[in-house]
């Protein structure tokens, strides 16, 4: 690879004109052998050095597109590592990638976990047990997600919860045994649930 132009585009950023044909932009903190002091007009860069410019310019690649999901929308590092593997982007420059954004915090999943339950109580009542293995389909950790439900049950009683999908189930007339399966599905304890039922009861 020869280098015929490069411009600082910040810091760490550098934009590479090379006789590949097309220009592409390197993270320097991507770069793992090359100094990026010798990244200048026509140096020559070959096998290993080549491949390390190559890898950065990919990982920034990455990246970018990391940040255009990112933009529009927490996202938990599970399923973002899909969505860039189904844009084509090699695994090993994915991970590089995501991990720098987690350095910066662009990318955090209790952060995600936390902006997901509160969307998702606007359409289901749903307890602890529930919820918490829908946030461990998308990938998030025992720890970010006992993090994240201790913080939502703090300003969301699982008791109100429950009583509103009671509710809703007694809309529909199911008997008891039913409802009380269902409601277990949501995930709400069996003694929590029996709580509502009776309380209703004597209401």
């Not at 509710?167 to 039913?178: A, F, N, Q, T």
Request: hydrophobic share 35%; proline share 1%.
């Amino acid at each position: 690879m020869l280098i015929y132009g490069t411009e600082q585009v910040s810091p760490d950023i550098v934009k590479i004109n090379s006789d590949a044909g097309l220009a592409f932009f390197i993270r320097i903190s991507y770069l793992k052998i090359v100094f990026p002091e010798k990244i200048i007009q026509n140096a020559e860069f070959c096998d290993d050095d080549e491949k390390d410019i190559i890898d950065a310019g990919m990982c920034y690649a990455a990246e970018m597109k990391a940040v255009e999901y990112l933009a529009r929308a927490e996202q938990c590092r599970f399923k973002l590592t899909q969505k860039l593997i189904n844009k084509k982007y090699e695994r090993q420059y994915i991970e590089r990638a995501l991990d720098y954004l987690e350095s910066k915090n662009y990318l955090n999943d209790r952060r995600f976990a936390q902006f997901w339950l509160n969307g998702r109580k606007l359409n289901h009542s749903e307890g602890r047990t529930k919820l918490a293995a829908e946030l461990a389909v998308r990938g998030i950790s025992k720890e970010d997600s006992a993090a994240a439900l201790d913080d939502f049950f703090e300003t969301n009683n699982e008791a109100e919860l429950c009583r509103k999908a009671y509710e809703k189930c007694l809309r529909i007339k199911k008997d008891p045994e039913k409802i009380i399966r269902t409601l277990i599905s949501y995930g709400f304890q069996y003694n929590l649930i029996k709580k509502i039922m009776k309380s209703d009861e004597t209401e």
